[in-house]
């Protein structure tokens, strides 16, 4: 049976190696050759502009909220 | 845009410090993140879009066109050119006055500059109608960083709107600017986005944006209804009106989050929560829901479902109990409680232009969408005797009227090549 003294040695070296691994820099997770399926053109965020910046005018002119839709709208009266 | 100055105009605002902060460590962090490689600017590419809303009595329609260029690998330039032709006669129009037409015009253009991993985008948007003026200038950073997995944005947008009044020439049917009535108000805009690659399959999105109003934020145009006496939705209601008002300020904060799914059989799906909340008590909550699936070697077929709920702004009523009960008073319907459901469907197909070397890729696209909007406190005032000739068969008291429905149809048909 490990001693107390013993399983204290060891989380401290766990919890050093875990600190020291924090400080490292962040390596992409994701590597180049894996991204196919993200660089399908059905993955794109937003394919057709065009067509997204006509909804998000649609639907503002009638709805009281804004904002955070990661488009830029001009003004518009729409009374 | 300089970071710098941003970082000092938002501290200008209530409330902006915190934000201030977070800006700073923002802009700090993206100046520590040298350019390891280079990223690159989106295709080439035009659009030409046909559109057609149709509901409550409103039909707007109109062509939109946009295209992007690069000038360089480091350069690209867009503009966009945008008509809304509208002919109303909606619930709005119909109480307070008489069925109209007006064409809104919208020009706009813009850069994209990159730099390593960084790009700046900047621009300028120019809308005008009879009743409307508005000039927006927009400008912003982002930053590629973790091998790519990444990307962070922050933007800036300032618009400066002029509110005219249109009179109508009812012998000639024509309308005229109001030369008595002119008021003005601004816009400031703040967003901060990430974009976040999370697997091989699934990307993520934050945004965040505050805006802050000031200035005319009214409608010369709506009124609202009070009681003189009597009981609502009983004949013995007297019902008075009076030109709404509105504060003249309004900051407003929006988050969304997103994700982002690629299925195992060549489809994606992506859905997205948006939470807003406004100095005038405004909460409201949007969902989003698309899916797209290629079928055959050239088609692409899509499907969105979107909920959208708010409750209604503080100095919001349908019929007041006296004029003088608020300092502010509105009864526009797009500050009262409503929740609106909206199915779409897309279509797509794509092919090659047959002896033009120049076009790469072009598509094809038809889009419908269908939206219930299901109001909860703003009633169908066409119902009431108070509106000559407007009982519609089914007359009611003023007060007791039926709670207002809005059922739209917006039409898409717009061609792309990418060149």
């Known amino acids: 049976m490990m001693r107390a003294p013993c399983v204290a040695r060891v989380l401290f070296a766990c919890g050093t190696l875990t600190a020291l691994a924090a400080c490292a820099p962040i390596q992409p997770w994701v590597k180049p050759y894996e991204r196919e399926h993200l660089a399908d053109p059905i993955m794109s965020l937003d394919p057709n502009p065009v067509s997204s910046d006509y909804l998000q005018h649609v639907f503002g002119v009638r709805e009281a909220s804004r904002g955070a839709t990661g488009a830029v709208g001009g003004g518009c009266g729409c009374n | ?419």
Not at chain 2, 70 to 85: C, G, L, M, R, S
Not at chain 2, 153 to 170: A, H, M, P, Q
């Open chain 2, 1 to 419: 845009m300089q970071l710098s100055g941003l970082v000092k105009d938002v501290a200008a605002w209530p409330g902006g410090q915190r934000l201030r902060a977070l800006l700073a460590a923002l802009a700090l962090a993206l100046a520590w993140v040298a350019p390891a490689r280079s990223d690159v600017l989106p295709d080439d590419r035009a659009d030409v879009l046909f559109h057609r809303y149709d509901g409550g009595g409103l039909v707007v329609e109109g062509p939109s066109v946009l295209v992007q260029k690069k000038v360089t690998e480091k350069f690209a330039v867009n503009a966009a050119y945008y008509v809304d032709q509208i002919s109303s006669a909606s619930i709005d129009v119909v109480t307070t006055a008489s069925p109209y037409k007006e064409k809104r015009q919208q020009e706009s253009a813009g850069f994209e500059y990159l730099q390593g991993q960084t790009t700046y985008s900047g621009g300028f948007i120019d809308s005008n109608e009879n009743d409307y003026a508005s000039k927006t200038a927009f400008a912003g950073v982002s930053q590629s960083m973790f091998g790519d997995l990444s990307t962070v944005s922050i933007g800036f947008k300032r618009t400066w709107n002029n509110v005219y009044r249109s009179l109508k020439n009812e012998a000639t049917d024509e309308t005229y600017r109001d030369p008595s009535f002119h008021q003005q108000n601004e816009n400031h805009s703040y967003t901060l986005g990430l974009t976040q690659v999370l697997t091989r399959n699934l990307i993520g999105n934050f945004d965040f944006e505050t805006d802050v109003d000031e200035g005319y934020l009214s409608s010369p145009y709506r009124q609202v209804r009070y009681l003189i006496s009597g009981a609502l939705g009983t004949p013995t209601a007297i019902i008075g009106t009076e030109t709404q008002k509105y504060p003249n300020t309004r900051t407003s904060n929006a988050v969304s989050v997103g994700l982002k799914y690629y299925l195992p059989y060549h489809a994606a799906v992506d859905g997205s929560l948006r939470y807003f909340h406004d100095t005038w008590a405004i909460g409201a909550e949007t969902l989003q829901l698309h899916y797209a699936q290629p079928v055959w070697q050239h088609w692409l077929f899509e499907g969105f479902y979107r909920f959208y709920r708010q409750n209604s702004a503080n100095f919001y009523q349908d019929v007041f109990a006296r004029i003088d009960e608020y300092n502010y008073y509105t009864r526009d319907k797009e500050l009262s409680t409503y929740h609106a459901n909206t199915l779409g469907v897309g279509l797509s197909y794509q092919f090659l232009v047959p002896r033009v070397r120049l076009i790469t890729k072009a598509t094809a696209n038809l889009r419908i969408d269908h939206m219930m909007v299901q109001y909860e406190n703003f009633r169908d005032e066409r119902y009431s005797k108070l509106f000559v000739g407007g009982d519609n068969g089914h007359a009611s008291y003023a007060g007791g009227e039926p709670l207002y429905v809005l059922n739209a149809n917006v039409l898409q048909a717009f061609f792309s090549i990418w060149f």
